[in-house]
Each structure stands twice: as C-alpha cells, then as structure tokens.
C-alpha cells in the first residue's frame, strides 16, 4: 500500500468509518443551476457553511485547479443468449481488448458463447472468460468509434443505485450526470465532484487567476461495489485507467513552485496525482492503471486542496477524505451536514477540505 501506512492503520475496521444516513438526505437530483449547491468548508478550526459559487474566495491567484475529464457512457446493456437475458454492466478493456463486465444471471452463460445485444443493429460479444463472482470478459464484434457509437445506441448509464430510477435512468440524466470538463470516453460512473461547475463558474475563477488541468481516470465499476471485508487494510481496490499528459504535469509543477496550490476536483483526480506524484511531489506523466488505496496514514504528496461530495458509510472513499482531513474531524463534519440538511452523494452537496494538521 502506497504512502508509508502506520502501524495504526492496520488496526481500522469498517465501523470507524460508519455513520447514520437518514435515506431522505440522499440526492436524487442535482442542483439547478449546478453551482448553487451547498459548500461546507472543512478547516482544522471549524466548519463554514457556503455554496459552490464561494469557491472564488477560498482559492487565490497562481492556485490550479485539477479536474478529471473523463466521459461517462452508457456501460449497462441488455444481452440474449437464446431465450435467456443477461444484464451486462461493462467496466473497462483489457490489454488483450476484451471488456472486463459484471453480469446478472451469469450462471446461464458459458465461455465460448455469443451473447446478441439487445438494441442494437449489429452488436454482439463473445464470452472469453468468466469468473466465479460472476466477472465476463467479453470480446465485442466492433471497436473503436463503431464499438462506442454502438454502446451509445444499445445502453444505458450505469447510474448508483441510491439514485431512485425505478425505470432507469431520465432522459435528463444523460447531461445532469456528465461534467463540464467530459472530454475522454470512458468512464462507467461520472466524477461527480466535477458535476458542481459551470462555465460561469469557471470563467469568474481565470478572472481570479486561477489555472486550469485536467488529467483522466476513467472511473470504474468497482466505485459501486461496496467493501466486504472487515479490516481494511484487507480490502483491494479495482484497478481503473489513466492518463496524465507530460503537458499537463508540467502546469501543475510550475504553478506549484510559483507558489500556487493544487487543488483536486474529486477523489479521482486526486488518486490519479498521487499516483503519478514523486516522493517530493513532483508530477510526471502517466498512462497505465492505478488501483491506489489511500486510507489515514498516508501521506500526500501532490495535492494540497480537495473539493469532493459527501460519501457512503464505509466506502473507500470516506476513508480517503479521512486520511486527508483527519477521520474524527471528517466524521463530525459529515454529523453537522446531515444536522444541517446537506444533500448526500453523487447528485449532492460537496465539501471543500483542508488537509489535517
């Protein structure tokens, strides 16, 4: 595990990172316009309520801003394997090009067999391998800009489940669940801190001298799947793909030494920096897959700012913001946004933290 854990760290289960979530604070949809959602200000003296358009006063001149601009797209599809249906939630492509998936009703599929997509004109996919917890490797008839134009047509988002789409997602859920900085088709589940701006938003900041980057981690499936083990620090994370251009690297170092902070728009990016970070935290480029599990104990070394949404009881990322702002601090904070009505999740409200002391 990256960082240079404390001993300390081993002992951490699921319950301290537990906390009371009455069902009514989780969003269903976003806010409208995006940046009139609620800010709270999460400092090592205290808590201030804000919203997001605050953000022009709590960065400064020379900071930059790094967002994540991956593309979400429609990654569940509906597959027939003769009269039998399959419920088909994509990941990502493998080395070898064959999509990594979840299925329902896998135990009617047999590798070597071909799967018709529901939806589509010519789209099917071939079973190459599947695991016992119901993993497909499926190898697609298309690629490229076919295979995606195909998904585009046939799927449908792989919205969180906490989301109440009883008959799937809106037609409005196809731009609220997309950030304005989506450039790089990708990503199953969207980086939802990035959901909060708007080009008013980001225009009102470059007037404040704020820079602008943007790296890409595809977000993958492994964001919807909950932790299934008790100790922590025996949880392995799912691997997830990236990219962070030397062009891009070299922004964030000369904002850095002109004495600029760097500012994370959501987990994502601040995994994907981290994973690209030298020990003195420099940035270099990166294109691979990360599966980077930061729990408290880990010291940062390329972000100093995190903007990101409120987070699910005993997920991983909780315990990313508590190594970063402190796990009793971001506890109590998650304690007065529920007190204070704060929207939870992925269409929700968001925090802006100041790294623990």
């Not at 394997?81 to 990502?92: F, K, N, Q, S, V």
């Not at 998904?151 to 009883?166: H, K, N, S, T, V």
Request: charged share 25%; aromatic share 6%; with cysteine.
């Amino acid at each position: 595990m990256a960082g240079g854990l404390p001993r300390s760290a081993e002992a951490l289960t699921l319950a301290d990172f537990d906390y009371a979530l009455p069902p009514d604070r989780i969003a269903h949809e976003p806010a409208r316009p995006r940046d009139s959602a609620r800010l709270l200000h999460i400092r090592p003296d205290g808590l201030a309520d804000l919203t997001i358009r605050d953000l022009t006063t709590l960065l400064r001149p020379g900071d930059i801003l790094v967002a994540n601009d991956t593309r979400v797209f429609p990654a569940q599809l509906r597959a027939r394997r003769g009269d039998a249906g399959i419920g088909i939630t994509l990941d990502r492509p493998g080395p070898d090009g064959a999509w990594k998936a979840l299925a329902r009703n896998a135990r009617r599929v047999r590798v070597g067999d071909t799967l018709t997509i529901e939806g589509s004109d010519a789209l099917t996919a071939r079973v190459s391998d599947k695991g016992a917890d119901g993993s497909l490797a499926l190898v697609f008839n298309l690629d490229g800009d076919a295979l995606m134009a195909a998904f585009e047509q046939a799927g449908a988002l792989a919205l969180p489940p906490y989301i109440d789409r009883p008959h799937g997602p809106l037609p409005r859920d196809a731009e609220d669940y997309q950030t304005v900085f989506a450039r790089q088709q990708g990503a199953v589940a969207a980086p939802t801190a990035g959901l909060h701006f708007t080009p008013e938003l980001l225009s009102a900041l470059g007037t404040l001298g704020v820079r602008r980057a943007t790296v890409t981690l595809h977000v993958g499936i492994g964001t919807f799947l909950p932790v299934r083990v008790d100790r922590v620090t025996d949880h392995r994370m799912h691997a997830e793909r990236g990219e962070l251009t030397a062009e891009t690297a070299a922004a964030i170092n000369a904002a850095r030494q002109a004495g600029g902070r760097v500012v994370a728009v959501g987990t994502t990016s601040l995994r994907l920096l981290e994973t690209a970070a030298r020990l003195d935290g420099t940035i270099e480029p990166f294109v691979g897959e990360t599966s980077l599990f930061i729990l408290p104990g880990y010291r940062f070394k390329a972000v100093d700012r995190l903007l990101t949404n409120f987070h699910l009881p005993r997920s991983t990322l909780l315990m990313l913001v508590s190594a970063f702002s402190g796990r009793e601090r971001m506890l109590a904070a998650y304690a007065h946004a529920v007190a204070a009505q704060y929207r939870f999740h992925s269409y929700g409200d968001a925090c802006f933290l100041e790294p623990a002391d």
